[in-house]
């Protein structure tokens, strides 16, 4: 496929996945019928290049699911579907007094994308002026989420914001997560799988392990969502190198925003306020010396979940580390992630027993997380890896088509392709890669 015809068929992926009716687009039909947060971040991006309305469009609709308290959810139940579990009965987002009335939500997050979005979309409108409009009419909507973050989030004011449920993490079946389902003794729900009606289970968790996501939302609406109560009796609680390396970058582009809009000194100043406690603390309690990455910090049991994951590398993106400690990240993304039988990047650890080449999450390649890495690597002038990380990623597609996601294994690549079809972001980022 030449670069034409990948352009036009991202294009497609995204113009089939999109609602006419309802404005937003769904990250895959069957397997996600719903709009989901940082996926329609990703989308809009793509749409950026090329339909700023509908780019437009799939952030507004997004934001028609934030609640009053600034929380922005992590599935906005636009349409009805009976194609996922669980869906808008199961959340009861209306438990929580702040949730909007028009539309059914979940009561939990994902990794708050809009900010960098924003800017992005910025750098590639071609009108700037309409854009800043657009800008303008949302930009404090996503101040009020990540002031809730901070209020809510942040127990020991550290700039560190924590997540109680591993769909907030976005890397949902990570083994990240393993050591706290072991400490958990679920009740065995009564359910209906539905991802399983759509994937092969062996690429799936297992129904153990969605018991205990079942119950971690239990133990939220028992309480309403209230985010006090949820953070004295959630046993998952996890500092996540990802979802708050994505927040540092969107402040980062707020307060970049803000200042080209004018005014709003109040603002940036607390924005930077934010940043520069949360750089400092992310490098004195993120980063493994032994593994020369960042991890997760289980805040709930006080101690760091001592795993190298494609999540280590974002900090990049966002500019936390100094060039010293990101020489040492880069080395160890080579070493052990970028070996002569790979392709990057693995989302967890290959040389990991954990480490799983078809599971999701727990060992795949996500076109998300490379376009992450790679603007990280070219933010820090690494530009060799960052080629390389570029072309594998288009490599599969050009081979697969617009799969979810990959086996990063070379002598596999002709069977590389697992999890839905179609799929939005996978289409998003790779217009974005070719655009550049
Ligand atoms: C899966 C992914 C999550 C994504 C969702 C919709 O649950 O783990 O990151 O947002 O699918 O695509």
Not at 187 to 211: C, F, G, I, L, M
Not at 313 to 337: M, W, Y
Request: with cysteine; net charge negative; hydrophobic share 35%.
């Amino acid at each position: 496929m030449n670069k034409q015809e990948l352009i036009e068929g991202a294009k497609a992926v995204l113009n089939s996945n999109f609602n006419e009716d309802k404005g937003f687009t769904i990250p895959c039909e069957g397997l996600y019928p719903f709009q989901w947060h940082w996926d329609s971040g990703f989308i809009a991006i793509g749409f950026a290049h090329y339909d700023i309305e509908k780019a437009k469009c799939e952030i507004e609709s997004l934001l028609s699911g934030q609640w009053d308290n600034g929380f922005i959810p992590h599935i906005v139940f636009h349409n009805e579907s009976d194609t996922y579990f669980p869906g808008p009965d199961y959340h009861r987002s209306d438990l929580h007094p702040a949730s909007p009335k028009p539309v059914k939500t979940t009561g939990i997050t994902q990794p708050p994308v809009l900010g960098f979005v924003l800017k992005e979309i910025y750098d590639i409108a071609s009108n700037k002026q309409d854009i800043l409009k657009f800008i303008k009419r949302n930009i404090d909507k996503i101040y009020q989420n990540h002031t809730h973050f901070y209020t809510h989030r942040d127990p020991y004011n550290e700039g560190l914001v924590y997540i109680y449920h591993n769909w907030e993490s976005g890397t949902d079946n990570s083994p990240i997560w393993d050591e706290i389902w072991q400490t958990m003794n679920p009740p065995k729900y009564k359910y209906e799988r539905k991802d399983t009606t759509h994937v092969d289970a062996s690429q799936r968790p297992t129904n153990r392990e969605y018991d205990c996501y079942l119950h971690l939302l239990e133990i939220a609406k028992a309480h309403n969502y209230d985010e006090g109560k949820i953070a004295e009796l959630s046993p998952f609680l996890v500092q996540d190198p990802l979802f708050n390396a994505i927040l540092i970058k969107s402040n980062e582009a707020l307060i970049e925003l803000y200042q080209i809009i004018g005014g709003n000194n109040n603002k940036i100043e607390i924005l930077k306020s934010w940043q520069d406690k949360a750089k400092t603390r992310f490098e004195e309690k993120l980063f493994n010396e032994e593994l020369g990455s960042y991890v997760y910090y289980d805040l709930r049991n006080d101690k760091q979940i001592a795993y190298a994951t494609s999540s280590s590398f974002t900090p990049l993106f966002a500019g936390i580390p100094n060039k010293e400690r990101a020489n040492k990240l880069v080395d160890s993304l080579i070493q052990n992630f970028g070996s002569e039988d790979l392709f990057l990047c693995a989302s967890f650890d290959p040389k990991s027993e954990h480490y799983n080449p078809v599971k999701y999450w727990r060992g795949p390649v996500w076109i998300n997380l490379n376009w992450l890495i790679y603007r990280g690597l070219k933010r820090y002038g690494y530009l060799e890896i960052a080629k390389r990380l570029k072309q594998e990623t288009i490599n599969y597609i050009e081979l697969h088509g617009f799969y979810e996601y990959f086996d990063a294994r070379k002598d596999q690549f002709e069977n590389a392709a697992y999890g839905g079809k179609n799929f939005s972001w996978s289409a998003a980022l790779t217009l974005d890669l070719l655009n550049e």
